[in-house]
């Protein structure tokens, strides 16, 4: 009997030992996974052949994928962003590589670092978020590319700008090449982005001729791609929340504005082709296959295969008849052209946006698509 006793006495220990040991064991093999994360699959480079290179605002949309392609070409990626539009999730996947370091900092502010290139990417880009704060867009893109010349001129660094064909404005040329100065409202609802860029254009061509900073300007067309965020009131990211969630696809004015929209990583790859060439001068990378507006909104219909009807509403202020770029210059100087047809991207960013929502619902939000802040009018095809 005695010996029953301790055999169950010894049993019941057991137990009590494995109920704690258990989670622990759990714990151990979690910290195992994470000191075994693995990255994606990154090319190696002799250290003559490795760039340090900064993006600022590489937590965002297109500067997370730059990073994405910086980081697999074998290079050493420094991503500065202040998180007011950028994501720690677009780049969390390069966390602990020995290549990569992620600052949070704002560029309004002096960074000291030692770097080979910039890619200066930093900027609100999306109606809702630079009419919110027209003030800090405005610091942005001229204090804050202040500070990156100063720092390009300090450590002998080239800098990309990732400028815009809103320094266009409501173009009288079409389409659109590299001389045209453009048509823009200098005190209208979006003035403090086109202008914005337009001042940082100036001022990369003041220090490339008074300071001798190599500089590269990128005026970069609509684009598209996973990583947009949901409700940022810009055409494709509107329409395909939209249609996804069975509403009616909002499109202001008569629908007959065109727009030319090019896949991320077309946009990628111009950029780094731009950065790496002797083209000082603006270049326009865009798709140069123009659609309406409504034509934009059944195609979506259409791939979401939505029942969601097609609402017209009054038009916005300023808003662009049509947007297309001459690309003749990219494909002459720099061999670059977007390949990614429209459907096979949308068809990705549809998908990207599925997902999007089950996160969403599953963390008890679900975005809506918000109208730029327009004291006049309304939000603008973007």
């Known amino acids: 009997m005695s010996r029953f006793i301790q055999d169950n006495g010894d049993q019941k220990v057991e137990n009590k030992i494995e109920e704690v040991i258990a989670p622990l064991r759990e714990k151990i093999r979690e910290l195992e996974k994470s000191f075994t994360q693995k990255y994606p699959p990154v090319k190696f480079l002799s250290e003559k052949d490795r760039k340090r290179i900064l993006i600022t605002g590489g937590a965002g949309f297109v500067g997370s994928h730059l990073t994405d392609k910086l980081m697999m070409d074998g290079h050493e990626v420094t991503v500065v962003d202040n998180f007011f539009t950028g994501r720690k999730r677009n780049v969390e996947h390069w966390i602990g590589h020995e290549n990569f370091e992620l600052i949070n900092h704002d560029v309004v502010e002096p960074l000291y670092i030692e770097v080979d290139q910039i890619y200066h990417l930093a900027s609100p880009a999306s109606p809702p978020n630079y009419m919110y704060n027209p003030i800090k867009t405005l610091k942005t893109n001229t204090i804050g590319t202040l500070n990156m010349l100063g720092l390009a001129k300090r450590v002998g660094a080239r800098l990309l700008l990732a400028s815009t064909s809103e320094v266009y404005g409501d173009p009288e040329v079409h389409p659109q090449n590299e001389d045209y100065w453009g048509h823009v409202n200098p005190i209208g609802p979006r003035a403090c982005y086109d202008e914005g860029k337009r001042v940082a254009e100036t001022m990369c061509y003041a220090y490339m001729k008074q300071e001798g900073v190599e500089v590269r ?8 791609g996973p990583r947009m965020h949901m409700n940022d009131g810009r055409v494709v990211s509107n329409f395909i929340l939209q249609a996804l969630q069975g509403e009616p696809l909002t499109v202001y004015g008569p629908g007959t504005q065109t727009r030319a929209f090019q896949y991320v990583s077309d946009l990628v790859n111009g950029l780094v082709a731009l950065m790496n060439s002797n083209v000082s001068s603006p270049v326009n990378l865009g798709n140069p296959e123009e659609h309406s507006i409504l034509e934009f909104a059944q195609l979506i219909k259409k791939l979401v295969g939505s029942g969601s009807e097609i609402q017209f509403l009054s038009e916005a202020q300023d808003d662009p008849q049509k947007r297309k770029p001459d690309i003749k210059k990219a494909k002459l100087l720099l061999g670059w052209e977007p390949v990614v047809p429209l459907e096979e991207g949308l068809n990705k ?10 996160y969403q619902a599953n963390n008890q939000y679900i975005p809506k698509p918000k109208p730029a802040r327009i004291k006049k009018g309304r939000s603008r095809h973007n």
């Open 217 to 224: 300007v990128a005026r970069i067309f609509n684009t598209f």
């Open 349 to 358: 960013a549809i998908h990207y946006f599925r997902k999007e929502l089950e």
